[in-house]
């Protein structure tokens, strides 16, 4: 894995690449959006499964407020799927390990992990069965999306010279939430950008219109809270992540808080489920310098 790029990633919120200005949206019927939407989500959720098989470099920043255009803590870190976890060691601006001691004790531990994930236990096809239960859970809360909202084609625009469509995304009256989390579509709205000839999601954009309850009542978060997320094709064929922020304030129990958070996400190289990571990673121990590898 090369050192990382996302040293000189800038500190102010990306804004879409909008190579020209948007233009009105192109002629669209119902079952064409449809069928664009379904397989829109269907590589949306391949590609959540897909971040358990690549290793990554994600560089954090956390704000004080949303407001808060400077950088306060920030972290960088090279994150490795384990098979029941994920481990994220710390490494330099320019990928190399801070301390050459503790990134070999950190490689050390990832090694154990990995060992135990790879092994064929009672513990471990219970750790993989509750993994499969959350990830099933996360797929239909997908699904569901595809009901919770209705989808409105308002304009296109275009990104590194790639045509995007833009839809607005409003809840769906007529949506019966299935579960507690469910319920909370009906206070989100926003615009999703689709590249249809990849036929990929390459951003999503909303935005809380009401106080939403989780938690069993014991936290809160407020109307104005927002997200947004970029993907592009990070390598041929696999649409990731490229950006994230997150900016909710609300209240757990009688406290506030306050999340703002970015996310830059780089050097996407796959290490693969626990048997294949583990021999990568006790290639890499084998090494003098303790750096990370080169694809």
């Given amino acids: ?6 040293a000189q990633a800038p500190s102010s919120t990306p804004a879409p690449e909008a190579a ?7 002629p669209q019927t119902p079952a064409e959006k449809n069928a664009l939407l379904n397989l829109v989500l269907g590589k949306v959720k391949k590609s959540d499964e897909a971040m358990n098989l690549y290793e990554r470099v994600e560089r954090v920043e956390l704000r004080k407020s949303g407001a808060d255009t400077l950088s306060g803590d920030v972290k960088l870190s090279r994150v490795i799927p384990a098979g029941t976890g994920v481990d994220h060691i710390p490494i330099r601006p320019d990928g190399k390990p801070a301390d050459p001691d503790a990134y070999h004790a950190e490689l050390l531990k990832l090694e154990r992990a990995l060992s135990w994930a790879a092994d064929d236990g009672h513990a471990q096809h219970d750790a993989y069965e509750k993994i499969a239960k959350k990830q099933k859970e996360r797929d239909d809360l997908i699904d569901a999306t595809r009901t919770a909202f209705i989808y409105t084609l308002v304009s296109t625009e275009t990104r590194d010279g790639r045509l ?7 809840p769906n009256p007529a949506y019966k939430a299935t579960s507690r989390t469910t319920a909370i579509f009906a206070r989100v709205r926003g615009f999703v950008w689709i590249d249809p000839q990849a036929g990929e999601l390459a951003r999503v954009e909303g935005e809380v219109t009401g106080d939403i309850t989780v938690g069993l009542f014991l936290a809160k978060v407020y109307k104005g809270s927002h997200f947004m997320q970029e993907r592009y094709e990070m390598l041929p064929g696999l649409w990731m992540p490229s950006f994230s922020q997150y900016d909710f304030d609300g209240r757990k129990l009688f406290s506030a808080i306050s999340i703002h958070e970015r996310t830059f996400y780089g050097q996407y190289h796959r290490i693969g489920p626990p048997k294949e990571a583990l021999a990568a990673i006790r290639t890499e121990l084998g090494k003098s310098d303790g750096g990370l590898a080169d694809p």
Avoid: G, I, T, V
């Fill in 1 to 6: 894995m090369a050192s990382s790029s996302l």
């Fill in 164 to 170: 995007l469509y833009k839809y607005r995304m409003e």
């Fill in 20 to 26: 020209a200005p948007a233009q009105p949206p192109p």
